[in-house]
């Protein structure tokens, strides 16, 4: 069983030929909302690569509070553990380029209001093997405890370390598995790569440093990880991107999904990667979530 503490947001997209300079205003080609949040982006991708999930966290009593949620409820995903709250759903304001890059505000809202006691109650009903998922879009304070309470249960946590905040150093060593991207690795590390060698050289320092199982996403450069004194690349598949935003919460909810289900770790790792690869295909953070045979199909 996976449960998944986060963010639950309505993602407001706007589409360019270019992302604008600072300062600078340019002509949108077209506009969409869809569903959005990391955790709520999480919880969906392992619930459609075939877990059963529990989602934990909060929306407004606005118009957005109910459709935020819509894909996750009609995917199956047990939602018994997300309040509704005064005030507005959390907003994600994204621009995206041509070039399938992007920009994002995120304005939390009720996401503001997951406390320190709703994260230790989810993680006291999971059991001793089950799989929590966390990012750092919900209060620092809920995610240190509900990394503390698993640690104690026996419960794996994989904490997603997005977006980056000054947390990062004292919560990343609570978590089982880290996910980072390049820039967020980088905060870890002490340093910035440029190239797939020169990440995989920071990654196997840091991991005989610290003995943590860590994992580093580099776009359409694939995926580096360390675990138990193992370091490995997997590329990425060849695609050409319409749309990265979600891709990296793919990748998190497929890897949830398959190590819950006891894959084998490098298979696992594989897996996600091919989940997000597929996940910039489509525009949108959850619409565009690949449903499970779409992914084997890839493998």
């Not at 093997?129 to 809920?142: F, H, K, N, R, V």
């Not at 640690?151 to 089982?176: C, F, M, Q, W, Y």
């Not at 920071?202 to 610290?210: F, G, I, K, Q, V």
Request: proline residues 4%; glycine residues 10%; aromatic residues 2%.
């Amino acid at each position: 069983m996976i449960t998944v503490i986060g963010s639950v947001n309505m993602d407001l997209i706007a589409t360019t030929p270019r992302l604008p300079e600072p300062g600078e205003t340019v002509r949108g080609a077209d506009f969409a909302t869809a569903q959005g949040g990391k955790g709520a982006n999480q919880a969906l991708a392992a619930q459609r690569a075939g877990a059963s999930v529990t989602m934990c966290g909060a929306v407004g009593d606005d118009a957005y509070g109910t459709e935020a949620l819509a894909l996750l409820d009609r995917a199956g995903a047990d939602l018994s553990s997300v309040r509704r709250m005064k005030g507005a759903t959390g907003i994600a304001v994204i621009l995206v380029g041509g070039d399938g890059e992007n920009m994002i505000v995120v304005i939390p809202g009720a996401n503001a209001q997951v406390s320190e006691q709703n994260a230790q109650q989810a993680v006291a009903r999971m059991a001793s093997g089950d799989t929590l998922l966390l990012q750092l879009e919900i209060p620092e304070a809920s995610i240190e405890a509900a990394l503390k309470v698993a640690r104690s249960k026996g419960v794996r946590s994989i904490l997603n370390i997005a977006p980056l905040t000054d947390a990062v150093e004292h919560l990343a060593p609570l978590a089982d598995i880290v996910i980072a991207n390049e820039t967020e690795f980088a905060r870890l590390s002490g340093r910035s790569a440029e190239t797939v060698d020169a990440a995989k050289a920071e990654l196997t320092a840091l991991h005989a440093r610290t003995g943590q199982c860590m994992i580093v996403t580099l776009g359409g450069d694939g995926v580096l990880w360390a675990r138990d004194g193992t370091i490995e690349h997997v590329a990425s598949l060849e695609i050409k991107p319409v749309d990265t935003v979600g891709a990296g919460d793919t990748f998190c909810g497929y890897l949830a999904q398959s190590l819950d289900a006891g894959m084998d770790f490098a298979a696992a790792i594989r897996r996600a990667a091919a989940a997000g690869a597929l996940a910039c295909l489509k525009p949108g953070a959850q619409p565009s979530i690949p449903l499970s045979a779409e992914v084997d199909a890839r493998l």
